[in-house]
């Protein structure tokens, strides 16, 4: 009897094959997570191919169950892999920030300091004058790319950090005003390293001593 053969299988019996079917489950379940953030804003081309290879991966790992019922580390690699799938998944999701949010702010305070805040910044505001059950209140709306969320909120604190507010997913948009794209990387670069205005210094510097 070769032991080194039997030393192999056991290697891959208990470790390797839960840790193939633990990987093929994060994957899959992760992709899911993204397709069902796809479908909620009606992307009819990223959702189909996403669901393409979260079946597909699946299937192989199921398989791999099927074929090792025996083997008690294959369904923990599974359940393993389930969780931490969900967990990338929403990682990601809020990473990538898809889609666009509507911020609907209610407050006594006079609004409109914070109404040409946010229009300074870019974004489309209405306000309403309305009548709350304590008295008079002011509500100010806002459609936003969900990558500006944070930045709305801290202007939205910074007027009034008790103010009342709520946040809520949009399907669908048509027009509208929205800050330029380019304030996301203008955001990224806006202030460079010391490190980066010194090499800048000193390349200035060679290149001026170069041409004399």
């Known amino acids: ?36 953030m796809f479908v909620s804003r009606g992307d009819k081309l990223l959702a189909p191919i996403l669901g393409f290879f979260e079946i597909l991966i699946w299937l192989l790992a199921i398989r791999q169950i099927m074929q090792n019922l025996e083997n008690v580390y294959c369904f923990l690699g599974y359940a393993t892999g389930y969780s931490l799938g969900n967990y990338l998944g929403i990682v990601i999701e809020e990473k990538v920030a898809f889609g666009k949010l509507i911020i609907r702010v209610i407050t006594k305070a006079d609004a409109s300091v914070l109404v040409r805040t946010l229009r300074s910044k870019g974004f489309g505001v209405t306000k309403i004058d309305a009548e709350g059950s304590t008295g008079l209140v002011n509500i100010v709306y806002t459609i936003i790319d969900r990558v500006h969320a ?7 604190e910074q007027f009034n950090p008790k103010a009342f507010y709520t946040v809520e997913n949009v399907s669908s948009v048509k027009e509208g005003i929205f800050p330029s794209r380019m304030t996301i990387i203008k955001r990224m670069f ?23």
Not at 191 to 205: D, E, F, I
Request: one cysteine or more; a positive charge; charged letters at 30%.
């Open 1 to 36: 009897m070769d032991i080194s053969h039997i030393f192999n299988d056991q290697i891959f019996t208990l470790i390797i094959m839960p840790l193939l079917i633990m990987l093929a489950r994060i994957c899959d379940v992760t992709l899911g997570t993204i397709r069902i």
């Open 150 to 156: 944070d930045r709305v909120i801290r202007i939205i």
């Open 190 to 212: 806006r202030k460079p390293s010391r490190l980066y205005r010194r090499v800048r210094v000193y390349q200035k510097r060679y290149l001026q001593r170069k041409s004399k």
